[in-house]
């Protein structure tokens, strides 16, 4: 597409890469403490220090992963707290808590970025791996419109542009989630969010590795439960 504005990221490393857009609620209930005295959005931040640093450490997926988090909340509907990066050079973003959980608006947002991302990777000559969009929340979609954006979802995995992992923390509406995707919402056990984080990191990892449209093997995880 000769309109879309040179990437630099794309030129300098022409490895496939895979896409990764994380979907974070910063809204209000994210201030909430376990009985040890930590907030959720203490330990959501701490988690993705520990997935910057993770895939840092791993040769192959600093230089493929591309990742991109949006925070849903506060102010505005939807705000972009990272923009498309390459992985060794990504740094865990700061996400705040206030306002309402508009995860609708945060998955659709998603959507027409990843769409966007790949048609650089394919006006770049860049092969890629299917994208991932994880999304984490504590509460339920609360904005207008939401259920078609989930259904825009599924058919999008449906068509295998994207691969989607909604993850409910503690008080979340679990049904609502699994409409995101083709498989169940899994719950995020104890706020586990480093365990989360790193089982995150080791399976972008694993999918960087894989030819493009190849299935592959995720490691078990140890933060939550799903039903496959």
Do not use: H
Request: net charge negative.
């Amino acid at each position: 597409m000769s309109d879309l504005i040179p990437d630099i990221q794309l030129q300098d490393n022409t490895d496939q890469r895979l896409a990764c857009v994380l979907v974070l609620d910063g809204s209000t209930s994210m201030t909430e403490k376990n009985d040890e005295g930590q907030s959720r959005i203490d330990l959501l931040n701490e988690g993705l220090k520990t997935f910057e640093n993770e895939l840092k450490n791993d040769d192959l997926a600093s230089t493929r992963v591309q990742v991109y988090v949006l925070r849903i909340g506060g102010n505005s509907d939807v705000e972009v707290v990272s923009d498309w990066t390459d992985a060794i050079n990504w740094t865990a973003p700061k996400i705040e808590a206030n306002g309402t959980t508009p995860l609708g608006a945060g998955a659709k947002e998603a959507l027409k970025q990843i769409e966007f991302q790949k048609s650089k990777y394919q006006a770049n000559g860049i092969t890629y791996n299917r994208p991932w969009l994880i999304l984490i929340t504590d509460g339920e979609p609360n904005d207008a419109g939401w259920e078609r954006v989930a259904d825009e979802c599924r058919e999008a995995e449906n068509d295998n542009k994207v691969t989607v992992f909604p993850i409910g923390v503690d008080g979340s509406n679990i049904d609502a989630l699994s409409r995101f995707a083709n498989k169940s919402a899994i719950p995020l056990k104890n706020l586990a969010f480093n365990e989360l984080f790193v089982w995150l990191s080791r399976s972008v990892s694993i999918g960087s590795q894989a030819a493009a449209g190849d299935k592959i093997q995720l490691p078990a995880m140890g933060w939550g439960d799903i039903e496959v």
